[in-house]
């Protein structure tokens, strides 16, 4: 999975770094119509599957490109996954990971 990588963002927030979908990972995997996340709270670690998803091209796990606990999960993506489908990459995010 190690080409996945390039198929997400991370950005520095508050309480620690944002995970996000890029504009290349929109592409690759085309309409994104479920994605199965982590909860607050859950550990995840750098290398290993932080979420997957149904989309119309794959469906693919995606790696975490650090360890740490969950603190946040976009809200957006609690009705549906339309966040993940549109141009706006910023909207676009998973979860924030505290890391460890």
Request: charged share 20%; net charge negative.
């Amino acid at each position: 999975m190690a080409e996945m990588v390039q198929y997400f963002w991370t950005k520095k927030v508050a309480d620690g770094t944002r995970i996000g979908l890029t504009s290349e990972g929109q592409s690759e995997l085309g309409t994104i119509s479920f994605a199965k996340l982590p909860a607050v709270g859950d550990h995840v670690a750098n290398g290993e599957n932080l979420l997957s998803v149904e989309a119309d091209k794959a469906v693919s796990d995606i790696p975490s490109p650090i360890t740490g606990t969950v603190t946040a999960v976009n809200p957006a993506l609690e009705a549906d996954f339309d966040a993940l489908n549109g141009s706006d990459t910023v909207a676009a995010w998973f979860v924030d990971v505290q890391e460890a």
